[in-house]
């Protein structure tokens, strides 16, 4: 009896718990924080091509910003009904969300050697960079020279045209998304300067040389398989 009572005491606290829980979800509904995600190799994996050094600060703290950054425009979006607030929101909200969308490619995009890093693709994938631009070696020479010339913070891209279902070679300045041009991102080559800053310095073209060796064609091609 005395059993009885106690479970039943303690099932009604954790309804009464579960009802709080529900009205305050009802007064600040908010979408799911993002979080930083893990990266799928070591930071020292990617040596001698990118440096430990570049990969810990480009994630834990670069990264990590974007991810900061998005989820604290959120939460004043989410708190707010101005519209000159929520207008003025907007560019925190790109800049911090595309930072975080980005970075979260670039990573699977690449993959140290002993892991396939620098591997040719092969099937759909490889046909389609045949076709479109002569060979592999034709692509990363095109994706080099235009890396290089990106004026200031941006990346390199390749991306689909998915209605014509194309390759091509495109750029986007800061954080902007391949998708803000209407395209889906295969391959994205960071060519900010904290990117390769601490290694090769100002050399840029460098850095564009070297990263092919460690460019995870396997992730590439199952970005444009399932595109
Ligand atoms: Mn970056």
Redesign the pocket.
């Known amino acids: 009896m005395l059993m009885k009572k106690m479970r039943s005491g303690a099932e009604t606290a954790r309804t009464m718990l579960g009802f709080h829980l529900w009205r305050r979800g009802l007064k600040t509904a908010m979408p799911q924080q993002e979080v930083l995600p893990d990266l799928p190799y070591d930071y020292n994996a990617l040596e001698p091509v990118i440096s430990a050094e570049i990969m810990r600060l480009?994630h834990q703290k670069?990264?990590q910003a974007y991810v900061t950054g998005f989820n604290k425009a959120m939460e004043q979006l989410n708190s707010t009904s101005d519209p000159q607030t929520i207008v003025a929101l907007q560019s925190a909200i790109n800049f911090n969300g595309g930072?975080h969308v980005?970075?979260a490619i670039?990573w699977q995009n690449l993959a140290p050697p002993k892991e396939g890093g620098g591997e040719p693709p092969e099937g759909n994938l490889a046909s389609a960079i045949k076709s479109e631009f002569g060979s592999l070696d034709k692509l990363i020479a095109k994706m080099s020279t235009t890396g290089a010339g990106v004026q200031g913070s941006g990346w390199v891209w390749l991306g689909l045209i998915k209605d014509m279902k194309r390759l091509t070679v495109e750029t986007t300045a800061n954080?902007d998304p391949l998708a803000s041009k209407g395209l889906i991102p295969l391959l994205g080559i960071?060519v900010?300067e904290?990117?390769y800053y601490l290694q090769y310095k100002n050399v840029r073209p460098d850095y564009l040389k070297n990263v092919w060796k460690v460019v995870n064609w396997r992730d590439v091609a199952k970005r444009y398989d399932s595109a």
């Open positions: 480009h670069h990264h930072g980005n970075h670039f954080q960071d900010w904290h990117a």
